[in-house]
């Protein structure tokens, strides 16, 4: 079992950045891939970043990408997300996940889940 605990998230203007953090525990964070989901209203859940449990691979949706960065930290149990230049479309749910299973990082199946936080980006 992973639990995981997320924080960060809040109302900024377009153009502003926010990091979330995702606090793990329950297994050693060495052992599972990690990822950041997202669900706007009306939509389907997306992933947004993921991270090896190495920390050598990533992925990022087209959507994001060179605006975020995922990183993690194996020995405090903690994976970010840095988000910069917001944009309107970047609110939703945001969710960390985990997964114990071998899987490409692009893989969107995760086992584990937290209970998301909310970002919400005014234009």
């Known amino acids: 079992q992973v639990q995981l605990v997320e924080s960060g998230g809040g109302l900024v203007q377009t153009g502003g950045s926010l990091t979330l953090s995702c606090a793990a525990s329950?297994?050693?964070?060495?052992?599972?891939?990690m990822g950041w989901f997202r669900q706007a209203p009306g939509k389907e859940r997306e992933l947004v970043a993921s991270?090896?449990?190495?920390?050598?691979?990533?992925y990022y949706a087209d959507s994001v990408k060179g605006r975020f960065t995922i990183s993690r930290d194996n020995a405090k149990n903690t994976v970010q997300l840095q988000m910069n230049n917001l944009k309107p479309e970047d609110t939703a749910i945001y969710y960390c996940?985990?997964?114990?299973?071998?899987?490409?990082?692009?893989?969107?199946?995760?086992?584990?889940w937290g209970q998301g936080t909310q970002v919400t980006v005014s234009s």
């Open positions: 996940a985990a997964r114990v299973s071998l899987r490409l990082v692009s893989d969107p199946r995760y086992e584990y």
């Open positions: 329950g297994r050693t964070l060495s052992r599972v891939d």
């Open positions: 991270i090896s449990r190495s920390g050598i691979g990533t």
